[in-house]
């Protein structure tokens, strides 16, 4: 069972920058897909980003591309999500994920089964 400890979250002003960290231990996570989601009071959980095993071919929800960076360290089981241009819709406490399988390449809850605490970011105007 893997373990999961997200970091970096915080207090900050609309188009300020925050980078997220994700920890895994208990097993290694470099062959599967990791991926950050996000959850604002009172809404359901959606998707911000994805990366493969190898790090290749991230993808993004559209509300966060051309802003967001997820990135991944294999050598120290790490998930990261740089965020720029932050603004306050981006409010939420954000959870790291684990993919189910190797090569799922979506963008499902339901794909990723080790979920994090989360961390909370807040975005003032």
């Known amino acids: 069972q893997v373990q999961l400890v997200e970091s970096g979250g915080g207090f900050v002003q609309a188009g300020g920058s925050l980078r997220l960290s994700c920890g895994a231990s208990?097993?290694?996570?470099?062959?599967?897909?990791m991926a950050w989601f996000r959850q604002a009071p009172g809404k359901a959980r959606e998707f911000v980003s994805a990366i493969s095993w190898s790090g290749d071919s991230p993808y993004y929800a559209g509300s966060v591309k051309g802003r967001f960076t997820i990135s991944r360290d294999n050598a120290k089981n790490m998930l990261y999500l740089q965020m720029n241009s932050l603004k306050p819709d981006d409010t939420a406490t954000y959870y790291c994920?684990?993919?189910?399988?190797?090569?799922?390449?979506?963008?499902?809850?339901?794909?990723?089964?080790?979920w994090g605490q989360g961390t909370q970011v807040t975005v003032s105007s």
């Open positions: 994920a684990v993919g189910r399988s190797t090569y799922y390449r979506g963008s499902s809850p339901l794909g990723f089964g080790s």
């Open positions: 208990g097993r290694t996570v470099s062959e599967y897909p």
